[in-house]
């Protein structure tokens, strides 16, 4: 894939492999993503986690880099802009997240 293939899209789509620690599921059915932009060959992720203080921030930090870095080897530069606003909740949670953690 080259970058003019590349979009947000694939990206948000490498970020399912992303599996949050403490919960199980992916970090984009579990709601952290909040967004995924693509310049050129420069990618930014806005998420949160489930709690400021998660002790695993550094590991799901890692693995997002490791995520798109490596299934996009195109890409320059990975940004994660960490954010607060909105404060994540269960709400968050997508229908195949509900499922995966038996809640359906």
């Known amino acids: 894939m080259t970058d003019s293939t590349l979009t947000a899209e694939h990206l948000l789509d490498s970020?399912?492999?992303?599996?949050?620690p403490e919960v199980g599921i992916n970090i984009v059915d579990l709601g952290l993503v909040y967004g995924v932009?693509?310049?050129g060959t420069r990618a930014t992720v806005t998420m949160t986690l489930t709690t400021p203080g998660c002790p695993l921030h550094a590991s799901i930090e890692e693995a997002v880099?490791?995520?798109l870095e490596t299934r996009h080897p195109e890409?320059?530069?990975?940004?994660l802009n960490l954010v607060w606003d909105p404060r994540w909740?269960?709400?968050f949670i997508s229908e195949s997240g509900r499922e995966q953690l038996g809640w359906l």
């Not at 970020?15 to 949050?20: A, F, H, P, S």
């Not at 890409?75 to 940004?79: H, S």
Request: charged fraction near 25%.
């Open 15 to 20: 970020l399912m492999y992303v599996i949050d």
């Open 37 to 39: 932009e693509l310049n």
């Open 65 to 67: 880099h490791r995520a």
């Open 75 to 79: 890409l320059t530069e990975v940004t």
């Open 89 to 91: 909740s269960v709400e």
